[in-house]
């Protein structure tokens, strides 16, 4: 049962299975399928501290809870930022809220992408179509501590120009010559000039030096095993690829088992994962 109570908002809940309300402050369509929703605390305000990668349980009244990764700035932990594609019934619910609406929020959960073992060296970020998502927050947290890492590269594949998430922010960190951006779609079409093929055709030739590169991988995980070949044949060890994956969640605090995933439990040892730690089970089709 999911509680709403009285008591401040914010991620630092005594109790995990206890929804704060939270009223959306902005929704933005990113794309015919996908939107960013803004949310503010219902009185009284209180930050809400997250690891890039972590993600939260949103829970629309009278309809369900899903996980939903955070996609904000950590450096603005005031409003939360979730961005969604809609797929079944709750995310069709979460579709059509609109400002002011409520919503009930658990978290944070999970790992996140480890940023301090980056330190140093060159990054770079794979992201298959709302794979950009949960990466976002690792982007903002690197541009602002740009001088600790070496080269910054972002690859980016979508089915087609229409699919594309943040293009505002694509273009503005693309012109601040702080980070190598390369985006690729599956279908070229209308005035696209752009590269076509898949995301993995990127990794060839992106600038980056694969003995001292950490690789962080998110999207569909048909698109993280090509990307961990990939990345392989150019020489980046399976030890510094790092994966986020998803699976069914209830509870998100390692209790009820449905995120079972091989030894693990995907809400609290996951979502991101060392490859080399979870390859056996990613092998494992059905799992
Ligand atoms: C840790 C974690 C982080 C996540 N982060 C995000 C995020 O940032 N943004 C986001 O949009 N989604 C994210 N998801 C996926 C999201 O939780 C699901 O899309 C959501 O639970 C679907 O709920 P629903 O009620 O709308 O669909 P349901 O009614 O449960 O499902 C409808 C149909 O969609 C299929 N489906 C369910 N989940 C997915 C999926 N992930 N991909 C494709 N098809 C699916 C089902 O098999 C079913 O056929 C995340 C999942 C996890 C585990
Ligand atoms: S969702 Fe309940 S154990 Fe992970």
């Not at 929804?19 to 015919?32: I, N, S």
């Not at 809609?86 to 480890?114: E, I, K, Q």
């Not at 809400?267 to 060392?274: A, N």
Request: hydrophobic letters at 40%; charged letters at 20%; one cysteine or more.
């Amino acid at each position: 049962m999911i509680l709403i109570p009285d008591g401040p908002a914010g991620g630092a809940t005594a109790d995990p299975m206890v929804a704060h309300p939270y009223r959306v402050y902005r929704v933005h369509k990113e794309t015919l399928d996908t939107f960013t929703l803004e949310l503010a605390p219902v009185e009284p305000p209180a930050p809400f501290p997250f690891q890039p990668g972590q993600f939260n349980m949103l829970y629309l009244f009278g309809v369900g809870e899903v996980p939903i990764s955070i996609s904000g700035n950590p450096l603005e932990p005031r409003n939360l930022t979730h961005t969604t594609r809609l797929v079944g019934t709750v995310t069709r619910a979460m579709s059509g809220l609109r400002r002011d609406d409520l919503l009930g929020v658990r978290g944070p959960f999970g790992t996140g992408w480890p940023l301090a073992e980056a330190t140093g060296r060159d990054v770079v970020l794979v992201a298959g179509g709302i794979g950009l998502a949960p990466l976002r927050p690792a982007l903002y947290h690197l541009l602002s501590e740009r001088q600790n890492y070496g080269k910054c590269v972002l690859l980016y594949g979508v089915r087609t120009p229409e699919d594309l998430l943040y293009r505002r922010e694509l273009e503005k960190w693309r012109s601040s010559l702080d980070m190598d951006i390369y985006v690729t779609v599956d279908r070229s079409t209308g005035a696209w000039r752009g590269n076509v093929g898949v995301v993995t055709t990127l990794i060839p030739r992106a600038p980056f030096d694969p003995l001292n590169t950490i690789a962080f991988i998110c999207g569909p995980e048909v698109m993280m095993r090509y990307t961990v070949l990939e990345l392989f044949k150019r020489g980046v060890a399976e030890s510094s690829m790092y994966v986020s994956l998803e699976r069914n969640m209830k509870c998100a605090t390692g209790f009820c088992g449905h995120c079972q995933f091989g030894p693990f439990f995907m809400c609290k040892d996951g979502p991101v994962f060392r490859y080399d730690r979870v390859k056996d089970w990613m092998s494992i089709r059905e799992l």
